[in-house]
C-alpha cells in the first residue's frame, strides 16, 4: 500500500481539483482511500459529495480549571501566568477559559492542587463514502489549534482501514503552506505532488514546501497548473525543477471548464475529454508507476 501526498506552497493553486481528479482516475484502477488533510480548510467533499458514515470528537488540548472548595487564593497561579489568564478572586480565583493556552504551569505550580487540566474538544473527524472510494476528513473548530495533531488523525485513520481491506493507495490531499499540518501530511508518504501555479512566487512557494519533503525524505513531483498563463514563470519553475532534479508531471493548461465541473461536483476528469483531463491523466500515469502501483 503506497502514500500520495498532494502539496503547494500556498493555497489557491487548484490543488484540490487536482486531488478529486487524481480520486477519479486512481480509483477507476486500484483500491483507494482518500483523506482531505487540509483540516483548517476541508473542501475535497465539495466535489465528492461523501455520504458521511462516523463523526469522532477530536480533543485538541487540556484547558486549567479551577476547584473552588480547594483554593486558598494564594496568588501563586496568578503570578506564573504569562497569558494573564486567572482571575483572582477574595476566596477563590477563577480561570478565563478563552485567555488559557493550556501550558499546565499553573496546574503544576498550584501548592494545594487545586487545579486539574480539563481535555477540549477542539474538531470532530468524520469517515465518510465517496463513489471514488471511502474518506476520511475533519473539522476544526474555529479559533482551535492543533491542526497538526488532527492531520495526523485522518492520515492513521486512512492508513489503518486501506490496510484493513487491502487498499492500494492512500491519497492524500494536503493542506496548503508550509506549517505544522504539512508537517504531519508529508510525514510517512511514499511520494509528494507538489502543485506549483506560474505566478511571481511560483518558484519561491514551490522551494518552501520542497524543503518540507526534502526534510522527511519524500520524493517529489511537480504538477504546473495553469501553466499557459504565464509561460515565462512556468519556465523559471522549470528551470528550478531541472536544477533541483525533480520529474514534472504535467503542465495543465488553463480551461474555465475545471471550474464548471466544479460547480457541478464533478472533477474535470470525470466531467469532459479535453487538455486538461488528457494531461491529468499522463500524470497519474507518471505517478503510478514512480509508486509501482
Ligand atoms: S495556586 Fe492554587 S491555591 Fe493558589 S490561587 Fe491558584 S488555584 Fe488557588
Ligand atoms: S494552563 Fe497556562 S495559560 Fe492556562 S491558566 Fe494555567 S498557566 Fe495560565
Known amino acids: 500500500m503506497k502514500q500520495l501526498v498532494i502539496l503547494s506552497g500556498k493555497g489557491g493553486t487548484g490543488k484540490t481539483s487536482i486531488a478529486a481528479a487524481l480520486a477519479h482516475l486512481a480509483s477507476s484502477e486500484m483500491r483507494v482511500v482518500l483523506a482531505d488533510a487540509d483540516v483548517d480548510a476541508a473542501n475535497l467533499d465539495i466535489v465528492l459529495a461523501p455520504t458521511r458514515l462516523e463523526t469522532h470528537p477530536f480533543e485538541g488540548g487540556s484547558i486549567a480549571e479551577i476547584i473552588e472548595d480547594e483554593c486558598t487564593a494564594c496568588d501563586i497561579c496568578a503570578q506564573v501566568c504569562r497569558f494573564d489568564a486567572i482571575i483572582p478572586g477574595d476566596l477563590t480565583y477563577r480561570v478565563d477559559r478563552l485567555a488559557c493556552e493550556g501550558c499546565a504551569t499553573c496546574f503544576y505550580q498550584c501548592p494545594v492542587n487545586a487545579i486539574r487540566m480539563v481535555p477540549q474538544q477542539a474538531g470532530e473527524w468524520y469517515r465518510s463514502d465517496t463513489r471514488f472510494g471511502p474518506l476520511f476528513h475533519a473539522h476544526l473548530f474555529a479559533g482551535q489549534e492543533n491542526s497538526g495533531k488532527l492531520v495526523t488523525v485522518v492520515k492513521q485513520q486512512a492508513r489503518l482501514l486501506a490496510l484493513d481491506i487491502g487498499a492500494d493507495l492512500v491519497l492524500v490531499d494536503g493542506p496548503p503552506g508550509i506549517g505544522c499540518p504539512v508537517i504531519s501530511a508529508s510525514a510517512g508518504a511514499d511520494m509528494a505532488l507538489l502543485v506549483a501555479e506560474p505566478t511571481v512566487s511560483g518558484v519561491h512557494d514551490l522551494e518552501r514546501v520542497l ?73 497519474w500515469i507518471h505517478l503510478r508507476e514512480a509508486l509501482q502501483l
Open 211 to 283: 524543503g518540507t519533503t526534502d526534510h522527511f525524505g519524500v520524493p517529489a513531483r511537480v504538477l504546473i497548473n495553469k501553466a499557459d498563463i504565464n509561460e515565462a514563470r512556468t519556465e523559471e519553475i522549470e528551470a528550478f525543477c531541472r536544477s533541483r532534479h525533480i520529474p514534472i508531471v504535467g503542465r495543465v493548461p488553463y480551461d474555465i471548464t475545471v471550474t464548471e465541473a466544479m460547480v457541478h461536483g464533478q472533477p474535470i476528469t470525470a466531467y469532459t475529454d479535453g487538455p486538461v483531463t488528457e494531461t491529468l491523466r499522463g500524470a
